[in-house]
């Protein structure tokens, strides 16, 4: 009997990789069960006007928080990198990728502008912490550093690839809920 041979597969020299904050999804879904048990008590037990106000407190609210806690990453590929930030997806060629810096957050410099890389958290104590715990820096790093280094090193890599521009795109999956929600409390409000 003989064993499958792995060696006709294809081998890519590159695996895409997704940077994401840990801390930021464990504390959006903590965030969304307190919104849910708090609005849902609301909404069940409420009189009046209170579960109206608190369903549109709700979708003006809930949008927000996965926004800013679950949606954020960073997917570097083999032909290009994809910033997910809290209301813009940034996809940028690795041609276009002109530097990227981890100083007190996160930036990625493409195409003349500046953009966060919010689901690449800078931690200072971590920082410190790691530059106390190891006298070769190249072998302890703090989390941010390490990701930022790796696109770094990714780009330099891809720098000759050519694949377009810069496209953003404003994530409207979340804008319209907010503003349907805000609108929403505002004639509540006046109607009240």
């Not at 997806?89 to 990227?100: A, R």
């Amino acid at each position: 009997m003989t064993s499958p041979d792995d060696s006709s597969a294809p081998q890519t020299p590159y695996a895409d990789r997704c940077y994401r904050s840990p801390a930021g999804i464990a504390s959006g879904v903590l965030l969304l069960l307190l919104a849910a048990w708090l609005g849902g008590d609301a909404v069940f037990r409420g009189s009046g006007r209170t579960p109206w106000l608190t369903l549109a407190g709700l979708l003006c609210v809930v949008p927000l928080i996965v926004a800013f806690t679950l949606r954020p990453a960073v997917w570097a590929g083999e032909k290009r990198l994809l910033v997910r930030n809290p209301f813009r997806t940034i996809t940028v060629p690795w041609g276009c990728v002109e530097d990227v810096r981890a100083g007190y957050s996160s930036e990625l410099f493409a195409g003349g502008a500046k953009y966060q890389l919010w689901s690449i958290p800078v931690s200072l104590r971590k920082r410190k912490a790691a530059a106390r715990r190891g006298v070769d820096e190249a072998a302890v790093r703090a989390p941010a550093d390490q990701a930022i280094e790796e696109i770094r090193e990714l780009a330099a890599r891809h720098a000759s690839d050519d694949g377009g521009g810069v496209l953003v795109r404003w994530a409207y999956e979340v804008l319209v809920p907010v503003g349907v929600g805000v609108v929403l409390l505002v004639v509540l409000g006046v109607l009240g």
